[in-house]
């Protein structure tokens, strides 16, 4: 951390696990900080304090910071409440309260979707970032993670979504259960694009398909490393299977990590799609830039 850095405000990412941090100027990020405080390790009194340990080198004086994520649910600082679909991403703001005087925090709302149920917190702030970026963008947004988001994009606003848990899928499959003992750190092209099309070629199947990663490691020896790309394919073959309805046809971009916007590009690209990428922290620090200036 930068003792030297003043900020001009401040730009908070605050999830479960971890709260992260950016000293802004304007746009640009100067300085950045990171911990583990998130929200589920707090309680409502213990978000001032955990703020500032990360930000105190940074304030000169009374300084405003913007927040996303969790820090905004039923559980966190503030809870600032959902706004129903359609609407425009990061559009409203609501005030923490603080003790410090030098303080001012104010958090993004989550969004929700009454038909079929679903709830977002977090990834549209970085929809408005691409938004901010890309004003006349029309199509698909993937935001790949452990809950992983499809949203359709019109006019400015985001108008439905749905979420699919491929990545806590594949952790609690590759970690808790019994093909922990299969799965390894490695990777395999070909492995991955065969599971991906078996699986989304019948999507039924895929209780039965994922036994056979232990059964083939048992009987036939395969590589973990195959065994994990399988493990990959397979869960987002089925999840490009029930998402069709979102991609076929569509422009579409991702947005997240580079490891796994490169996955998902790979996956797109076998079904005849050439995904535009981004960062998903440049997206986040954009919306949380955007929603500071339109408040």
């Known amino acids: 951390m930068d003792a030297a850095v003043t900020a001009e405000w401040i730009a908070a990412d605050w999830g479960t696990s971890n709260l992260r941090v950016w000293a802004m100027r304007g746009r640009e990020a ?51 409440p959902y706004q129903p679909v359609p609407c425009a991403p990061a559009g409203r703001l609501v005030k923490a309260p603080t003790s410090d005087p030098r303080l001012t925090v104010r958090v993004l709302s989550g969004v929700l979707q ?6 977002m917190r977090g990834e549209e702030t970085q929809i408005a970032g691409l938004l901010a970026r890309e004003p006349g963008f029309d199509g698909v947004l993937c935001l790949p993670g452990t809950h992983s988001k499809w949203a359709r994009i019109s006019a400015g606003e985001l108008c439905h979504f749905r979420t699919a848990m491929t990545g806590e899928l594949y952790q609690l499959l590759a970690k808790q259960s019994v093909l922990r003992h299969s799965v390894g750190d490695g990777w395999d092209d070909d ?32 590589a973990p490393d ?6 990959s394919g397979l869960l987002l073959g089925a999840e490009l299977a029930a998402m069709k309805p979102y991609w076929l ?15 998902y590009a790979q996956a797109l690209k076998s079904v005849g799609l050439d995904a535009d990428i981004h960062d998903g922290t440049e997206m986040a620090l954009a919306g949380l830039a955007a929603a500071r200036e339109g408040a």
Do not use: H, Y
């Open 30 to 80: 100067v300085a950045e900080a990171t911990s583990d405080a998130g929200m589920n390790t707090l309680d409502r009194d213990g978000f001032e304090g955990a703020l500032l340990a990360l930000i105190e080198p940074w304030l000169g004086g009374p300084v405003e910071v913007i927040a996303c994520g969790m820090v905004g649910s039923r559980q966190g600082w503030v809870e600032a």
């Open 226 to 231: 195959k065994a994990r790309a399988r493990l």
């Open 114 to 119: 009454a038909d079929p149920p679903d709830v």
């Open 249 to 263: 046809g569509e422009r579409v971009a991702l947005i997240g990590a580079s490891g796994l916007t490169q996955v």
């Open 191 to 222: 492995a991955f694009a065969d599971a991906l099309e078996e699986t989304m070629a019948r999507p039924e199947r895929i209780a039965t398909a994922l036994f056979t990663l232990r059964a083939d490691g048992l009987l036939n020896g395969d």
